[in-house]
């Protein structure tokens, strides 16, 4: 949960979104970013951070989160991956009930298969460094 108490002080606020507006300068033309979950979308809303964007950066609302998306057999793939030697699948804590065809990766890790919660990409590019 650190990055929800820094991101709540307005300094290190104000020196992210005065680097955005000096690199969104630099490129000198527009930019679409999506925000792929009805979450993000919320949270650019309610903290106003459309506002504090430059004129050339645009958010799109994206196809929905990935739980609202990912079809079952997908699931079940990222199971089977996660049951074979040497893998660790990660994710995003709300995939883990999301269910398969006949599993979700909560079960499966009650069961022993190497399935890590991350909370951010960093997070799950170290555990791929630690673990080549």
Known sequence: MKYLTEFRQKEPV??????????????????????????????????????????????LSGPGCPVCVTANDYIDKAIAYAHQDKVILVTFGDMMKVPGSRSSLSEEAS?????????????ALGIARKNP
């Open 14 to 59: 104000r020196g992210l979104i005065k680097k955005i507006k000096q690199l969104a300068a630099d490129i000198k033309k527009e930019i679409s970013l999506m925000e792929v979950c009805g979450t993000h979308t919320m949270a650019v809303f309610r903290y106003g951070i459309k506002a504090l964007l430059p004129q050339n950066i645009h958010l």
């Open 111 to 123: 069961e022993g298969a190497q399935i890590k919660v991350v909370y951010s990409s960093l997070e």
